[in-house]
């Protein structure tokens, strides 16, 4: 049991040995499947419809004999069905912002509340973070995990914490400006809300003492962080993670920023196909799916993230020794079909920001006409181009349309609207409107 208890407040287990990490991971997996086993009624029931039990887990690879667990699992179960401890044990509960129906109810011992603190300090460290910054947390506080999760991980880390929350945006820019705030937690949308506001108020963020963003909880492009480190001058670093499995502080990018490594001695990742639930090489893009190996209120076993990705097992040059995961590019869920072509949002966002004289607000409307389902792209386009001539605005509706139709092969009616037309988000931005006639 030694490794269990070892100490792993320190960063070190960053750089841990592959073996090492291994056996603490078989260790980990077979405490925290032995543990749902005896208190999760759902779990036990479905080891023992599948003739499995606990001893069962012998090698790491033993996980594939378990069953996935799924968010309509949480539903079945709303609110406390999957707790794990009894109610005196658990000191903290969330719930998601149920982006598609009824809230997902998750909770935390206090243990689970000192390794999720942890996990957030070494995601901090690793975006450079140290106890001199001021971070400004503007993630929401509340049932959201974001706020609260990024606030522990910053205190921890020793940092000087500005809790202001998500919105009041003309407040954020006064105290990033008066506190001196370094870095800033937030969704990328946000951000760029704050960007915008803060040029209203003539105000350059390339000004500020802030220089680095710690932004997730959304997909979002690699065009987007190139369009947000031009605009601020700020150094943006993704950061993954999901209320069900603890919250942000799943993944995080390094200084290379080729992909997020993974905090994989508490979260064991695997990727699979989505169509058949088999497990897939290192390598190959399919549906992430995540073991709590250190979450004790409530496991999470198999979890299906709907998450899109690859695992990058190839060594980072930054030395840690955990594998990565690439860019989230879409939750499944995003995914849209129209005339029988997949669809992910990010293709779209990658298109227009490719652009010169577009912002990054933009909608994509899914409507019906003549019973077809057909695609509708808004996008803002900046001032000066709003003010321009009429020829050059159409020249620019033109490369756009043909950007876009040319990544995602269908094609599309491209609308370019006036400044501060799209509706901004002081959290997750809901970029797709779909107002298709169900069959
Ligand atoms: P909800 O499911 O209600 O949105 P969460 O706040 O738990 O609640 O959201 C987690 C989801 O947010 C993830 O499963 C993922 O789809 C998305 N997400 C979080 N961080 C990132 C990121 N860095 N890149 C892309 N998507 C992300
Ligand atoms: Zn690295």
Not at 368 to 395: C, H, Q, Y
């Given at each position: 049991?030694?490794?269990?208890?070892?100490?792993?407040?320190?960063?070190?287990?960053?750089?841990?040995r592959?073996?090492?990490?291994?056996?603490?991971?078989?260790?980990?997996?077979?405490?925290?499947?032995?543990?749902?086993?005896?208190?999760?009624?759902?779990?036990?029931?479905?080891?023992?419809?599948?003739?499995?039990?606990?001893?069962?887990?012998?090698?790491?690879?033993?996980?594939?004999?378990?069953?996935?667990?799924?968010?309509?699992?949480?539903?079945?179960?709303?609110?406390?069905?999957?707790f794990?401890?009894?109610?005196?044990?658990?000191?903290?509960?969330?719930?998601?912002?149920?982006?598609?129906?009824?809230?997902?109810?998750?909770?935390?011992?206090?243990?689970?509340?000192?390794?999720?603190?942890?996990?957030?300090?070494?995601?901090?460290?690793s975006?450079?973070?140290?106890?001199?910054?001021?971070?400004?947390?503007?993630?929401?506080?509340?049932?959201?995990?974001?706020?609260?999760?990024?606030h522990?991980?910053?205190?921890?880390?020793?940092?000087?914490v500005?809790?202001?929350?998500?919105?009041?945006?003309k407040?954020q820019?006064?105290?990033?400006?008066?506190?001196?705030?370094?870095?800033?937690?937030?969704?990328p949308?946000?951000f760029?809300?704050?960007?915008?506001?803060?040029?209203?108020?003539?105000?350059?963020?390339?000004?500020?003492?802030?220089?680095?963003?710690?932004?997730?909880?959304?997909?979002?492009?690699?065009?987007?962080?190139?369009?947000i480190?031009?605009?601020?001058?700020?150094?943006?670093?993704d950061?993954?993670?999901?209320?069900e499995?603890?919250?942000?502080?799943?993944?995080?990018?390094?200084?290379?920023?080729?992909?997020?490594?993974?905090?994989?001695?508490?979260?064991?990742p695997?990727?699979?196909?989505?169509?058949?639930?088999?497990?897939?090489?290192?390598?190959e893009?399919?549906?992430?799916?995540?073991?709590?190996?250190?979450?004790?209120?409530?496991?999470?076993?198999?979890?299906?993230?709907?998450?899109l990705?690859?695992?990058?097992?190839?060594?980072?040059?930054?030395?840690?020794?955990?594998?990565?995961?690439?860019?989230?590019?879409?939750?499944?869920?995003?995914?849209?079909?129209?005339?029988?072509?997949?669809?992910?949002?990010?293709?779209?966002?990658?298109?227009?920001?490719?652009?010169e004289?577009t912002?990054?607000?933009?909608?994509?409307?899914?409507?019906?006409?003549?019973?077809?389902?057909?695609?509708?792209?808004?996008?803002?386009?900046?001032?000066?181009?709003?003010?321009?001539?009429?020829?050059?605005?159409?020249?620019?509706?033109k490369?756009?349309?043909?950007?876009?139709?040319?990544?995602?092969?269908?094609?599309?009616?491209?609308?370019?609207?006036?400044?501060?037309?799209?509706?901004?988000?002081?959290?997750?931005?809901?970029?797709?409107?779909?107002?298709?006639?169900?069959?």
């Open positions: 049991m030694g490794l269990l208890y070892e100490n792993d407040d320190l960063s070190a287990l960053d750089y841990v592959q073996d090492y990490l291994r056996e603490l991971q078989l260790e980990r997996l077979r405490r925290i499947v032995r543990h749902a086993y005896d208190h999760v009624e759902l779990f036990r029931n479905r080891l023992n419809e599948r003739g499995i039990t606990p001893d069962d887990i012998k090698t790491l690879a033993d996980i594939a004999k378990l069953p996935f667990m799924k968010k309509i699992d949480l539903r079945d179960t709303y609110p406390f069905g999957l794990a401890v009894p109610m005196s044990e658990i000191v903290r509960l969330h719930a998601s912002s149920g982006t598609t129906g009824k809230p997902i109810v998750v909770s935390y011992t206090r243990e689970d509340l000192e390794v999720w603190m942890q996990v957030i300090k070494r995601a901090f460290a975006c450079g973070l140290s106890r001199n910054d001021i971070v400004q947390v503007a993630y929401g506080y509340g049932l959201f995990t974001g706020g609260l999760g990024a522990y991980g910053a205190e921890a880390l020793g940092a000087t500005v809790p202001t929350s998500g919105g009041n945006t407040r820019i006064m105290l990033m400006r008066d506190f001196g705030t370094t870095a800033i937690c937030c969704t949308s946000y760029n809300f704050m960007i915008e506001q803060a040029a209203a108020e003539n105000i350059d963020m390339h000004d500020l003492p802030i220089r680095v963003g710690v932004f997730g909880a959304e997909p979002w492009t690699n065009a987007m962080r190139g369009r480190e031009e605009a601020s001058g700020i150094k943006a670093y950061i993954y993670g999901l209320s499995i603890i919250g942000p502080g799943v993944a995080i990018e390094c200084k290379c920023q080729q992909g997020m490594h993974i905090f994989e001695d508490h979260f064991y695997e990727i699979i196909d989505p169509e058949t639930g088999e497990v897939l090489p290192d390598g893009f399919g549906e992430l799916v995540i073991t709590t190996l250190s979450k004790f209120a409530m496991p999470m076993i198999r979890y299906r993230t709907r998450d990705t690859r695992i990058i097992s190839e060594p980072c040059a930054c030395g840690r020794t955990l594998r990565r995961i690439d860019r989230i590019s879409s939750r499944s869920d995003d995914m849209f079909i129209i005339r029988g072509v997949n669809v992910f949002p990010s293709q779209i966002e990658t298109a227009l920001l490719s652009i004289g912002t990054p607000n933009y909608n994509i409307i899914l409507y019906t006409e003549n019973g077809m389902d057909n695609i509708e792209v808004d996008v803002e386009i900046s001032e000066e181009m709003f003010s321009d001539r009429v020829r050059a605005m159409e020249a620019l509706q490369k756009l349309t043909s950007a876009v139709e040319g990544l995602i092969g269908l094609r599309v009616k491209l609308k370019l609207v006036a400044p501060n037309t799209i509706q901004r988000s002081e959290g997750k931005a809901r970029r797709v409107i779909d107002r298709r006639e169900k069959a």
